[in-house]
């Protein structure tokens, strides 16, 4: 469906108003900038930047891009004959060619990674986000299989994506940090994430996987 321009103005003014704010955040700290400052130079009221982010951490880490479903929903999207991990491998895989800001690997994430470990708020956010994923995965992958309330099975392959899709993140901050390009960062991580998929083993790249 054609974008209308009402869509495409509040498109364009959120998109505004998160890149000022990252770029002050940068410059500045995020606990040193204020979301008045930030309505101001992006020229808007600091209601409306309320209308379109409910958090001064939402500037940063936006509901659409860092949603405690994101796993569950890769796996909920995923085609027949594919496993759970399977549909996390591959939709990792594909950002990280891709080169998306979703996963780290867009131009200057570098100083938008050092500001953000130097905000407790944001890192607290950030490792709760993690659990969030693995425990709404948890609750998606049991309601598929049928598992039993006591058994344990979907919580520990849950855990086990989570904990690959957590190491992809670290090592794309790792590597960023230490000045590597986004494109030698993507090809180091495209082959971790082949020795990770060796590593998890059958039973949890076969597990869940959609039938036909």
Sequence with gaps: ????????KKRQTRQRISEVAIGLFVERGFDRVTIAEVAAVSDVSVNTVYNYFESKEDLVLPPEEASPQRLA????ERPPGRSAAGAVLA???QEIRDRER????????GRVLQMMR???TLTARLEDLGRQMTDALAVMLAEETGAAEDDPLPRLVAWHIGCLHAFV??????????????????????????VA????????????????
Excluded: N
Excluded at 73 to 76: K, N, Q
Excluded at 202 to 210: G, K
């Design 1 to 8: 469906m054609r974008e209308g321009l009402r869509e495409r």
């Design 73 to 76: 929903d890769i796996v909920r």
């Design 91 to 93: 939709r990792l895989r």
């Design 102 to 109: 979703r996963v780290g690997l867009s131009a200057g994430f």
């Design 118 to 120: 130097a905000a407790p």
């Design 169 to 194: 993140y670290a090592e794309i901050g790792r590597r960023t940090t230490t000045g590597e390009s986004p494109d030698a960062i993507a090809a180091a991580v495209l082959d971790l994430l082949d």
């Design 197 to 212: 998929e060796d590593l998890l083993g059958e039973r949890v790249l076969t597990y869940a996987v959609r039938k036909g």
